[in-house]
């Protein structure tokens, strides 16, 4: 069974999850029937004849919990091989919010689940091995082998958004350092599992304004940040948080994995960065933030951030918050 070639593996039916991620929070449902029953999973279940993946997976979210999902996006491959000879192939789509509120049918009971507190002890057992990759930003690809619900094999192909960032660092001769961690969502969550200690932790905002001009502040995590006050000192009129899909488009990082680093991906210079002057004071020679996934902490020289801004093409706007 372990031996099985996988490229010239062809599914015996075809089915699509959906992952609902809004405001930290993601839609699971406790599944009620079909195969899987009992278990908590996201929406999901096979196409129809004549449907693509993502249509079966929004039909899917819609007859299991009521919702119709927006901004739907593919995001992974998952194989399985049952010991029975039966094989499921399953697309894995995520959605950035959904019209409606999640009701309870005779297929699934809806729960909307904290980022953190996903549980998957009562999930199939692959599930923690690629959701958390998935939520902090990565594309992936899992086999697996199943005897019914019981995972007997798997193999796990992800690919790691970072890479160019660490390339970029490295052609540039600067070093840094990288701890992994569970995917971490919010400030308190990264102090939870803080392993670094020597230099400030930043927090970061992609904000907008009406006119559709867009920023990437860069503060201390602990500095308050007053979007009113923050837009007068920028110069910026009223702003607002930047929405997921335009987090994405311009700065390729994912809602909780916001970092100066992701200035890198703002190839047309569209984004300006905006940097809290006190991270930049003498005294401060390191600073940490995501390199781009939220389940590592990067820690870089603050002179070598600069030097990496200024490598982008990018001329940040320094805002002393203390005056
Ligand atoms: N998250 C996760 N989902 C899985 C795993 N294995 C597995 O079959 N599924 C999902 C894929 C499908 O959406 C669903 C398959 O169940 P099913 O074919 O009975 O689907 P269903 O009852 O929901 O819907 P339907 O096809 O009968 O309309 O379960 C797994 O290991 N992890």
Redesign the pocket.
Known sequence: MSEIDWASWTPTEV???LFVVRGGQVLLIR?K????AGKI??P???LEPGETPADAAVR?TREEVGVVPSAVRERGE?R?QFTDGYK?Q?FVFSADDCEGEPVETD?ALPIWTRLNAIPYDE??A??REWLPLMLSGRRFFACSIFDGERMVDLSLDVQDPAEPLFEHLRALGIATETVSHPPVFTVDEAKQHRAQHDGPHVKNLFLRNKKGAMWLVTVHEDRPIDLRDLGKRLGAGNLSFGSPERLRTYLGVEPGSVTPLAILNDRDRVVTMALDASLFRDGVSNIHCHPLTNDRTTSIGSADLLRFVASTGHDPVLVDFDV
């Open positions: 089915s699509a999850l599944k029937r079909g195969l899987g999973n996201a999901g279940g096979r899917e998952l399985f499921l399953c297929e999930m199939w692959d599930d």
